[in-house]
T-cell receptor, first 112, second 119 residues
Framework: AQSVTQPDIHITVSEGASLELRCNYS??????LFWYVQSPGQGLQLLLK??????LVQGIKGFEAEFKRSQSSFNLRKPSVHWSDAAEYFC??????????FGTGTRLKVLA | GAVVSQHPSWVICKSGTSVKIECRSL??????MFWYRQFPKQSLMLMAT?????????EQGVEKDKFLINHASLTLSTLTVTSAHPEDSSFYIC???????????????FGPGTRLTVL
């Protein structure tokens, strides 16, 4: 069955520190992968996506993600976190019927 | 580009009444829209897939007579919560699938959500 796992429910980092949010997926074919960010009480904003090609994907707000087929992972990274990055982050995989399967999310807290 | 709006952003209603939520794709035509429900501090749960001009496809466990979906045009889908009860209180989010072709292919763009509180 298709699934997405985000092992970390909460992550706390200091402002200026680097960040990595983990995402593992289970999908039979080549996956279409996405990272979204959600601020409190808001909808989801697309950070980046991977369909094919270069496995290192650049997104908005200085985020990047690397697709590793051998590890079934699509981890999100940022070299230096800003206080405004505090939010909930969701990883998703697109199914064959164009539905998205979301992970449970990782809540990021940024310490000043 | 790829902006999706929802209206209203929040609504409070009495138990037993019906509430309609609108989802619009502002700058692109969306043949497919999706409706999600999100409980506090949880992930998004897909409720149904809305295809323009046809009946919505509901996920298992979602009552289609309770949550009426209409996708009458390429830019508008509506979700009506009928005879709402307190347990229907939630955050409802819609998304619109980008049309084929271009860099936005197969990407869902999300609305800002609607918070429904049923008293």
């Amino acid at each position: 069955a298709q699934s997405v796992t985000q092992p970390d429910i909460h992550i706390t980092v200091s402002e200026g520190a680097s960040l990595e949010l983990r995402c593992n997926y289970s999908y039979g074919a080549t996956p279409y992968l996405f990272w979204y960010v959600q601020s409190p009480g808001q909808g989801l904003q697309l950070l980046l996506k991977y369909f094919s090609g270069d496995t290192l994907v650049q997104g908005i707000k200085g985020f990047e993600a690397e697709f590793k087929r051998s590890q079934s992972s699509f981890n999100l990274r940022k070299p230096s976190v800003h206080w405004s990055d505090a939010a909930e982050y969701f990883c998703a995989v697109r199914s064959g019927t164009y539905k998205y399967i979301f992970g449970t999310g990782t809540r990021l807290k940024v310490l000043a | 580009g790829a902006v999706v709006s929802q209206h209203p952003s929040w609504v409070i209603c009495k138990s037993g009444t019906s509430v309609k939520i609108e989802c619009r794709s502002l700058d692109f035509q969306a043949t497919t829209m999706f409706w999600y429900r999100q409980f506090p501090k949880q992930s998004l749960m897909l409720m149904a897939t809305s295809n323009e001009g046809s009946k919505a496809t509901y996920e298992q466990g979602v009552e289609k007579d309770k949550f009426l979906i209409n996708h009458a045009s390429l830019t508008l889908s509506t979700l009506t919560v009928t005879s709402a009860h307190p347990e229907d209180s939630s955050f409802y989010i819609c998304s619109a699938r980008s049309p084929p072709g271009g860099t936005g292919t197969d990407t869902q763009y999300f609305g800002p959500g609607t918070r429904l509180t049923v008293l």
